[in-house]
C-alpha cells in the first residue's frame, strides 16, 4: 500500500475542506429541497451571445486563441471599463483573458505573493482567496467586516491589521456573501491607507453590474494613486449569466499582467475559444440584457429583504451581488443549527454564513438568484418556520 | 414598460405589501395606482390561465382566418363588433398581412366549431373567406408554460 501522504504536498494537505460539508450532503441528499443556496444567476445567457458561439463553432473555428485572448475581446474589454468604469487600459499590455475570474485571482496571488508575505482577506467573502493565497506562499490575514457597518471594509479595521509583512489587499466586493458595496467615500479611505502603507490591492469587481438604488460600481483604481496599485479581477460569469463558459479576465499594471500571462501560459495556454466569440458580442452588444436582469435581480432583492425584516430576520439593504444575509442570532440558534432545522423540518436550503469565515456566525446566506414563484415558496416556508420556532422558546439577541 | 403593469401581468395575485416592496413604493400608492388602471380601463380583469386539457376532453378551440370587405364608413369595426358579439369567439384581432381578422373561437367538439363557422361566421354579409385551424395542443400560454416539463433547475454549485 502506498502511502499517498509521503507524495502529496503539505500545504494543499492542510488546506481545510469546508467545514460545513456535512450540512451541504444533507441539502444534496434531500428531496423536494426549495433551495435559496445557489451563487450563479438563474438566467441562462442571452439567445444572441450563445448564437455567437455556435456561429464560431459552425465556422469551424476550433483552435487555441493567442495566451492573452483574442485581440477583439482584449479591445472590448478595456473599451468596457472605459465606456463604464472611466478606465482606461492597453489591450495588449495590461488585459488578460482567463478561465473565470477564478483563474485570473489564482494568477494573481502567485505572481505577486512570496512566501510569507501577509495578504489582507476581509471577511465574511468568497471561498477562494484564503486557500489561494496560501498555496501562493502567502498568510491570509483575515479580518471582519461588521453588520453596523453594512459590512464595508473601514479604513481603521485595516490599519489595525496591517504589519511589515503586509504586502497587498483583497477587495472582495460587491460582497458575496453579504450584499455589501463599497462607495466612493469609502473606496477613498481605503485607498489612503493602502498607500501610505505601500499596498497592492486586488479588487474583484466580478459582481460589478450587479449593484441597486442607482449606485454604480466603483473600482478602487479609479481612486486617485491607486490605479498602479490595483488588480482588477473581473469576468462574464454574473453579468451575463455565462457561468458555464467559464471566462474572467484581469486588468492592471503592464509588468504584473505580463507575468500574470506567462504563468497562465504555461498553465492554462489559453481561455475557452467558443466563450471567447461569445463575450465579444456579450461586450458589444449585451447592455440591454445587463438591465433586463438587474432590473430582475433588484425586484427580488426588495421582496426577500422586506420579508426578512417583517419576519424579525434583521437584514441590512445589500447593495450588489444577489444575496441577502440576514441575521438569525435572534433565533437563539447558531448558523449552521438553523441552516440544518430549516432544511430537515422545512426542506429549505440556505447557507450558513460561517460558510465564509468564522465572523459569519449569527448570520445565513439567501440567495435571490430564483424566480419571484420560488422565492414566495421558500419565504413562506422560512416564516412557518420562525412561527414554529418562537412557539418553542425564544432566545434574545440583538444584531 | 410600466413596472406595476407588468408585474401583475406575470402573477396578477401579488398581494399589494408584496408589490410594494418590489417596487419600493408605498402600498397605498400601490392601491391608488391599481384603483386608477382600473377605473381607466387599462386593467380590464383578472382571470386565472387554466390548462383545460387536464379538466375535459371536450373542450376545442380554433384559429379562425377571416377575409372580409370593410364596410364603407365604419371600415372594419363594424366587422369586429359583430364577431365579438357571439359567446364562441374568445379573442377577435385584426392583422396585417393575408388575411383581416384572426379570431380564437371555442366549442365543446369540433363539430360545434365546424358548424359555427359554417353557419354563423361566414354568412356574415361582407365575409369573402374563412379558414379555421383547429389548435391540438397549447404548451405556452400568456407567457405560461402548460406542460409538466417545468424546467429543472440544474444549477449544482453553492458556493
Ligand atoms: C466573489 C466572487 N469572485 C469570483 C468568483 C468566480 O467566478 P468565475 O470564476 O465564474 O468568474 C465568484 C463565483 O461565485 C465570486 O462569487
Redesign the pocket.
Known amino acids: 500500500m502506498i502511502d499517498y501522504n509521503r507524495y502529496l504536498n503539505s500545504s494543499i494537505r492542510s488546506l481545510s475542506p469546508s467545514g460545513i460539508r456535512k450540512f451541504f450532503d444533507i441539502a444534496n441528499e434531500m428531496e423536494n429541497v426549495i433551495s435559496l443556496s445557489i451563487?450563479?444567476p438563474d438566467f441562462q445567457t442571452p439567445w444572441h451571445i450563445r448564437d455567437e458561439g455556435i456561429r464560431s463553432l459552425e465556422k469551424g473555428k476550433t483552435w487555441y486563441s493567442p495566451n492573452r485572448g483574442f485581440a477583439d475581446l482584449l479591445k472590448e474589454i478595456t473599451n468596457y471599463y472605459e465606456r463604464r468604469f472611466s478606465l482606461t487600459y492597453n489591450p495588449s499590455e495590461q488585459t488578460l483573458v482567463t478561465v473565470?475570474?477564478?483563474e485570473a485571482?489564482d494568477l494573481a496571488f502567485r505572481t505577486l505573493v512570496e512566501e510569507g508575505d501577509e495578504v489582507i482577506i476581509p471577511q465574511p467573502a468568497?471561498v477562494c482567496y484564503n486557500p489561494l493565497c496560501v498555496m501562493a506562499g502567502g498568510v491570509p490575514v483575515n479580518i471582519n467586516t461588521k453588520n453596523e457597518d453594512k459590512f464595508r471594509l473601514k479604513a481603521a479595521d485595516l490599519e489595525a491589521a496591517i504589519t511589515p509583512k503586509t504586502k497587498m489587499l483583497v477587495l472582495?466586493f460587491p460582497n458575496?456573501p453579504t450584499g455589501a458595496i463599497m462607495e466612493r467615500r469609502d473606496l477613498e479611505e481605503i485607498a489612503e491607507v493602502v498607500k501610505r502603507h505601500d499596498l497592492m490591492v486586488l479588487s474583484?469587481e466580478?459582481?460589478c453590474e450587479l449593484t441597486y438604488g442607482g449606485r454604480n460600481h466603483v473600482s478602487i483604481a479609479s481612486i486617485d494613486g491607486m490605479y498602479e496599485r490595483t488588480v482588477v479581477i473581473n469576468?462574464f460569469?454574473k453579468s451575463y449569466a455565462m457561468?458555464g463558459w467559464?471566462l474572467?479576465y484581469a486588468l492592471g499594471p503592464a509588468p504584473i499582467i505580463s507575468q500574470m500571462t506567462k504563468l497562465h501560459q504555461y498553465g492554462i495556454m489559453s481561455a475557452p475559444t467558443t466563450a471567447q466569440y461569445a463575450a465579444i458580442e456579450a461586450l458589444k452588444n449585451g447592455d440591454r440584457d445587463v438591465k433586463r436582469m438587474r432590473d430582475e435581480y433588484d425586484m427580488r432583492r426588495r421582496l426577500v429583504v422586506d420579508s426578512f425584516n417583517d419576519m424579525g430576520l434583521t437584514c441590512f439593504e445589500p447593495l450588489g451581488a444577489f444575496y441577502v444575509f440576514p441575521c438569525i442570532q435572534s433565533t437563539g440558534l447558531s448558523s449552521e443549527e438553523f441552516c440544518t432545522r430549516l432544511i430537515m423540518e422545512k426542506h429549505v436550503a440556505v447557507v450558513p454564513g460561517t460558510a465564509f469565515g468564522d465572523c459569519g456566525e449569527g448570520f445565513v446566506r439567501v440567495s435571490y438568484s430564483y424566480s419571484l414563484k420560488h422565492l414566495q415558496v421558500a419565504l413562506a416556508r422560512i416564516r412557518e418556520f420562525l412561527g414554529e420556532l418562537n412557539h418553542g422558546s425564544q432566545a434574545e439577541g440583538a444584531c | 414598460m410600466d413596472k406595476l403593469l407588468n408585474l401583475l401581468c406575470t402573477n396578477s395575485q401579488f398581494s399589494v405589501a408584496e408589490l410594494s416592496a418590489m417596487l419600493g413604493e408605498p402600498e397605498d400608492y400601490i392601491k391608488a395606482q391599481i384603483k386608477e388602471y382600473e377605473a381607466k380601463g387599462i386593467i380590464k380583469g383578472y382571470q386565472a390561465v387554466v390548462n383545460w386539457e387536464d379538466v375535459e376532453d371536450s373542450y376545442v378551440e380554433a384559429l379562425i382566418e377571416l377575409k372580409v370587405t370593410p364596410k364603407k364608413e365604419t371600415g372594419f369595426d363594424e366587422m369586429a363588433q359583430m364577431c365579438m358579439a357571439f359567446d364562441e369567439v374568445e379573442s377577435v384581432y385584426l392583422m396585417a398581412g393575408v388575411y383581416d381578422f384572426a379570431l380564437i373561437v371555442r366549442g365543446e367538439t369540433m363539430q360545434d366549431i365546424a358548424m359555427f363557422v359554417a353557419k354563423k361566421l361566414s354568412t356574415i354579409d361582407g365575409v369573402l373567406s374563412t379558414g379555421t385551424h383547429f389548435i391540438m395542443r397549447r404548451y405556452k400560454d400568456r407567457g405560461m408554460n402548460l406542460t409538466d416539463t417545468d424546467s429543472k433547475d440544474e444549477r449544482s454549485l453553492i458556493l
Do not use: L
Open positions: 451563487g450563479e473565470g475570474g477564478s485571482i468568497f472582495p458575496n474583484d466580478i459582481y469576468g460569469s457561468t467559464r474572467g
